[in-house]
């Protein structure tokens, strides 16, 4: 089932973007704005007091079992793991650590879609027995909450054979943990965290798997000049931190076109979009663009059929929920919405993915399984490629910065300096149709062909 637990293929999209206003102050998503889910074969999640932990063959730790533990090995210092074995010793076990909210509300479905995604990864990375090396995840749960974040990271921050991190999933526990997980050389790797100023922090492990606001924007300039042919755009925001960061990258792209655009904003809450909607008609605009949240977006909307304005209407991922459309009633129709996640369930490139997922199980993929799974992939990759080296987690940060990884959907690449997004394909459109909204496609792909 999709996100926002309902049969709509487009639900994929509610619980990533409406986060938004919560991640800004770090406090829990709202649930009812993120409705956005197996047992797995490698491990069981645990709550932040605790931490649960499968290998990737199936056998539990003594983490998970409280069964006495093997007799500790030779002291690690907080950058280090195990060193690499003998040709003829045992393999040695990297663990694989995953922060995201795994309880709490809503936001705990999206963190097991990534727990599952990564779960995938690891196993068959195990089966094809090709590894010189065991591996085990081991989650942290932060509730999707700035303030949980910390405790959630000293989990795995205490843990030293934990050389990566998938996570923090959202920008309210990456802001608050980046610092720490500096500190200790311990690569993370968001593949939902979107909040801009992440990336100028000098978090110096932090790694963004998707793109930020401000090339989100960039993307829905793409867009426009591209696939929907615009040639006069109207930017209406609400001027938030969120909205500043998107219409940055969006009227830089724009202006790069040539694209003729003018901005208005009406702060959160604005109930009366008329004068705003009757601006956008008079000034002979062929699209606009919404950058706000779905309650404000569904008013603007109506007010432009009233104003009679019959152009492309084009939202920003936090209009991409299922709220959005039900209030903004017929005149949602025909939205395009850009959303920094794929739909795993209906694109194509995703299918043998999606079988595989389906089959382990039983479930068709939610939103971030598909990322999880990637991520995974990519970190695993990173270990492989130190070779004979030992892995530590200096060693490894340093492979997974200079990663170039091509993914199912997309190109990972990360900036040398600061961690930034800098791969390619990682924005996707979908469209309200028959009041639903429905995955099109990457917007590279649209905007290419």
């Known amino acids: 089932m999709h996100p926002l637990q309902s049969d709509d293929p487009a639900a994929v999209t ?22 956005l889910i197996i047992g797995g074969a490698l491990l069981s999640a645990a709550a932040i007091g605790g931490v649960a932990a499968c290998s990737s063959d199936g ?13 500790a090995p030779p002291a690690a210092g907080p950058s280090e793991a195990p060193a690499a074995p003998t040709p003829t010793g045992p393999k040695p076990r990297y663990r694989i650590g995953l922060q995201a909210p795994l309880s709490g509300g809503g936001a705990a479905e999206m963190g097991a879609n990534l727990q599952t995604g990564v779960e995938l990864a690891l196993k068959q990375a195990e089966s094809t027995g090709k590894l010189t090396f065991r591996l085990e995840l081991v989650v942290a749960d932060d509730e999707g909450q700035g303030p949980k974040g910390p405790a959630a990271a000293k989990v795995l921050l205490d843990d030293s ?16 943990t980046g610092e720490a997980y500096g500190a200790a ?18 978090f110096t492990a932090f790694h963004r798997a998707l793109p930020g606001d401000r090339a ?5 300039a793409a867009l426009l000049g591209g696939k929907l042919k615009a040639t006069n755009v109207v930017v209406v925001d609400n001027k938030t931190e969120y909205a500043d960061s998107i219409v940055e990258g969006l009227l830089e792209g724009l202006t790069s076109r040539g694209i003729s655009h003018s901005r208005k904003t009406a702060p959160p809450g604005t109930r009366d979009f008329a004068a705003i909607a009757t601006a956008v008609a008079k000034a002979g605009a062929d699209a606009v663009v919404c950058v706000g949240y779905g309650p404000e977006a569904a008013l603007l909307s109506k007010a432009l059929d009233s104003a009679g304005f019959t152009g492309t209407r084009l939202g920003a991922d936090a209009m991409a929920e299922k709220g959005f459309v039900s209030s903004a009633g017929s005149s949602a129709e025909n939205w395009w919405l850009t959303v920094p996640v794929a739909d795993a369930a209906a694109e194509p490139a995703l299918a043998a993915f999606a079988a595989d997922y389906e089959r382990v199980f039983q479930k ?8 999880g799974f990637d991520i995974a992939n990519l970190l695993i990759e990173a270990v492989k490629s130190l070779g004979n080296q030992p892995v530590t987690r200096a060693a490894v940060l340093g492979a997974v910065r200079s990663s170039r990884y091509q993914g199912l959907v997309k190109s990972y690449a990360f900036d040398r300096s600061t961690g930034e997004w800098a791969g390619t394909g990682g924005t996707f459109a979908y469209q309200v149709k028959s009041a639903k909204i429905q995955y099109v496609g990457s917007v590279a792909k649209l905007v290419a062909g």
Do not use: C, N, Q, W
């Not at 056998?59 to 007799?71: I, M, Q, R, V, Y």
């Not at 050389?185 to 000098?202: D, N, S």
């Not at 068709?364 to 399984?369: D, L, N, S």
């Open 14 to 35: 509610g619980r990533h973007l409406s986060a938004r206003r919560d991640e800004a102050s770090g406090t829990a998503p709202d649930p009812a704005r993120r409705r």
């Open 364 to 371: 068709k993929p939610g939103i971030y399984a598909a990322e």
């Open 216 to 220: 989100e924007g960039t993307e829905m």
């Open 161 to 176: 054979e934990v050389v990566a991190v998938v996570g923090p999933l959202f920008s309210g526990p990456a802001m608050t």
């Open 185 to 202: 050389g311990l690569a993370t790797v968001t593949p939902g965290a979107t909040k801009h100023t992440l990336g100028t922090r000098g």
């Open 59 to 71: 056998t539990k730790s003594a983490a998970a079992t409280g069964s006495a533990p093997p007799p």
